[in-house]
């Protein structure tokens, strides 16, 4: 299923680029890392650090663009998909998309994974008006078009999630006691405002214990260990 999504995203980014180079192909104007035979497409990925399992992600979206210029590209045109490793560290991710923009000059940063990574680059990349194009993270901050008109989200999110998982617990375990551990960042405060908001007027009485742990933490163990002590049958 999540291999299925992580297709439907880049098919979807392929079609974006068919249009735009069949418009630009009308008119022989084009912007920076696009031309006549080429689409320059940047991203950034954990193919190292904490987050490393994630670095698959940026491995199928190579091989299906490499399945797409085998069969002749779009409009006769390849696309030069430029992958780094950002070690999911901000200040690695800023790093590397300065690299994409200022030396790669790629058209798009595409799929670019992380809450923190996302968040690190947001304002340089709508500085530079390229497009931060479906940001691999459901964090709600990504729906703010006024203010950041060059990012577009994709995935529901994580308070969605969150709030999702709460109603459950509420009707199959309505006396459940609840220990909440989250990751000390925007990613993991937005899944805990999500878990309150689900509970709803159970809320203060159901979580007992919240946890934060930091993600560059190499292990999580000591954490576990404290939400995990009696009487929390139930942790998040």
Same mark, same amino acid.
């Given at each position: 299923?999540?291999?299925? @999504? !992580? &297709? ?8 974006? /680029? ?6 630009? &192909? ?7 890392? /696009? ?41 006769? @045109? ?12 901000? =200040? ?5 998309? @300065? ?24 304002? *340089? ?5 390229? =497009? ?25 999110? *994580? ?5 999702? *998982? /709460? ?6 375990? =309505?006396? %459940? ?25 159970? %809320?203060?009485?159901? !979580?007992?214990?919240?946890?934060? *742990? ?14 995990? @002590?009696?009487?929390? =049958?139930?942790?998040?």
């Amino acid at each position: 299923m999540f291999l299925g @999504r !992580i &297709l439907r995203t880049t098919a979807l980014v392929t079609a974006v /680029a068919t249009l735009s180079s069949g418009a630009a &192909l009308a008119q022989k104007k084009y912007d920076t890392g /696009a031309s006549d035979t080429e689409i320059k497409i940047g991203n950034i990925m954990p193919y190292s650090g904490p987050a490393s399992a994630y670095g698959i992600i940026g491995k199928t979206e190579e091989a299906y663009f490499k399945m797409i210029n085998d069969k002749g590209g779009i409009n006769g @045109r390849k696309i030069n998909f430029v992958t780094y490793d950002d070690g999911y560290s901000p =200040p690695k991710a800023v790093e590397q998309v @300065r690299k994409l923009v200022e030396s790669d000059e790629v058209l798009a940063v595409f799929n670019p994974l992380g809450t923190p990574s996302n968040s690190a680059i947001q304002k *340089y990349l709508n500085a530079k008006k390229i =497009p931060q194009l479906f940001v691999a993270t459901g964090a709600t901050k990504w729906n703010d078009p006024k203010n950041f008109p060059w990012t577009m989200g994709w995935q529901p999110s *994580y308070q969605s999630e969150a709030q999702i *998982y /709460a109603k459950w617990l509420t009707k199959e375990k =309505p006396d %459940a006691k609840v220990a909440i551990l989250y990751q000390n960042d925007d990613f993991g405060k937005d899944y805990l405002k999500g878990t309150k908001d689900g509970l709803g007027a159970k %809320a203060a009485s159901t !979580i007992i214990m919240e946890e934060s *742990y930091e993600v560059s933490e190499p292990s999580i163990d000591g954490h576990i260990v404290k939400i995990s @002590r009696p009487p929390i =049958p139930t942790c998040c």
